[in-house]
């Protein structure tokens, strides 16, 4: 990036034109620290501290941007830049709705009466109180800013989101709607292209979103007709997480599940069950068959993390999407080679097996395939299956636009490859544009549902109360 603050430039003229590698001043899911009454939050980090006369009244994080196959932006984070630009909502209702986002990758959503939808800067992990007092303070600054103090509160389903205590701690007899997961992706991609009255197929992808049935969902395929409702019409089938959220540290763990139900030993010559070790495979051989202290889950996310941890690219992760961005760089080396048939998903109607894909893997390995060549395979074979659950299901419903929102779409691989593969096949493909496609953008989609659902139940109370005043007039 370029200099863009009188520091910049005066720390140019005294190093000279050197390239100076910046980021945010934070641990890790933590907010950026702004006041040097705060730097103890990043004792540690840094060997020295740059501080200056000048204090930061609005402390903004940076922007992520990538270019996708098109030479399209595809945002990542949308903070410095563009927040707290509006993205522009067709007006469903009167009221104006704060939506609280998700917990990891926390931005919140102003949206007033007038349709503009005013998203917040990254704010971070919504676990750490810091994280919290940035979010409260952010949001006054915005309504300040804007003039417009909630009427309507909207969170996440998830019980165990700080967002959604956060929500109902200070609702203060406002309304609060809950919202799943990924019916929020799914109509935050319809609300940035203004597309709000236009069926679709929503691929939602991503690692974690509470499902309706209480289960981990992540590899879900949505019909959404209207804003305000959705069917799950597909997903992938289900797998395990054992230990729950010390298996997405552990991908093995996951990896050693689903070996079980590919029917595949867990043999010494295995990547996780070598990272695992002698301790943790007796743990594992118990746990698994019974299920004690396995989260289920549909997860696509999870999915790529186990992918990875199977051919030897990442047993630990330490920083989040950490397994599936490291399987797409081998992936990127791979000679692209045709492992069609041997690298394939088994497809019914609109569930995803991934079982044979994994015993494809094992098979590819054993037979000294190259570890680049099967995470390029791995890759297409999720296009393949992907696009056939899809379109199946648009088919199915009678509709011609298909949707490809959550965090798994930063993916460029996958991305790309579907896009293409759908069009090809004769359907519109919607992708991410002007918000993210990850958890940075899920606030955008829970105000436009609330607002939706506010707005159809203002009208049936108003036909209500026409239809039994009609007989007395």
């Known amino acids: 990036m370029l200099a863009y603050s009188p520091i910049h430039h005066l720390l140019f003229d005294r190093l000279g034109r050197i390239p100076l590698v910046m980021t945010s001043a934070n641990q890790g899911g933590s907010p950026i620290v702004f006041r040097d009454e705060d730097l103890n939050w990043i004792d540690g980090l840094a060997d ?45 209702g009167g ?33 750490d109180p810091r994280t919290q007092h940035c979010f409260e303070a952010a949001l006054d600054h915005l309504t300040f800013m804007t003039g417009q103090r909630p009427d309507v509160i909207v969170c996440d389903m998830h019980p165990g989101y700080a967002t959604t205590a956060w929500a109902r701690r200070v609702a203060d007899g406002r309304p609060v709607m809950a919202v799943q997961h990924h019916h929020a992706h799914a109509v935050s991609l319809l609300a940035e292209h203004q597309r709000l009255d236009t069926p679709i197929i929503a691929v939602t992808y991503d690692g974690t979103g509470y499902g309706l049935d ?134 019914d109607d609109g569930v995803m097996d991934p079982a044979p894909v994994i015993a494809g893997i094992v098979a590819g390995l054993r037979a000294g395939a190259e570890p680049a060549d099967l995470a390029a395979g791995f890759h297409q074979a999720a296009i393949r299956a992907t696009a056939a659950a899809a379109g199946y299901c648009a088919d199915a419903a009678g509709i011609s636009v298909i949707g490809l929102t959550g965090g798994v779409f930063a993916n460029r691989i996958l991305l ?58």
């Not at 139940?457 to 109360?465: L, Q, Y």
């Open 416 to 473: 790309g490859g579907l896009r293409k593969s759908l069009a090809k096949a004769g359907y519109e493909v919607l992708s991410h544009r002007i918000v993210a496609c990850n958890d940075g953008g899920l606030a955008l989609g829970q105000a436009t549902i609330a607002a939706a659902r506010r707005a159809t139940t203002a009208a049936e109370e108003r036909n209500g109360t026409c239809a039994s005043e009609s007989p007395a007039r």
């Open 214 to 347: 209480g289960t981990v969902w992540g590899g879900e395929l949505l019909a959404v007709r209207t804003p305000s409702e959705f069917t799950r019409v597909g997903h992938l089938r289900p797998f395990a997480l054992p230990g729950g959220e010390g298996a997405v540290r552990e991908p093995a763990r996951i990896a050693l599940d689903l070996l079980t139900r590919a029917g595949i030993d867990w043999a010494s010559d295995l990547a996780p069950v070598r990272a695992v070790g002698e301790t943790g495979l007796h743990v594992l051989a118990q746990q698994i068959p019974r299920g004690t202290g396995c989260v289920t889950t549909t997860s696509m996310g999870r999915l790529f993390d186990a992918v990875a941890s199977l051919l030897g690219v990442c047993q630990q992760v330490s920083y989040e999407g950490q397994a599936a961005v490291e399987l797409e760089h081998l992936a990127r080396r791979g000679r692209g080679l045709d492992f069609s048939g041997a690298l394939d998903f088994a497809v």
């Open 95 to 127: 009221e104006v709705i704060l939506a609280t986002g998700g917990d990891l990758k926390t931005t919140f959503c102003l949206m007033g009466a007038d349709g503009h939808a005013h998203l917040s800067a990254h704010l971070g992990d919504m676990a």
């Open 48 to 92: 020295a501290v740059l501080t200056h006369d000048r204090p930061i009244h609005v402390p903004c994080e940076d922007s992520v941007v990538t270019i996708d196959d098109e030479g399209g932006e595809l945002p990542l984070r949308r903070s410095r830049g563009y927040a707290p630009l509006p993205v522009a909502v067709p007006v469903v």
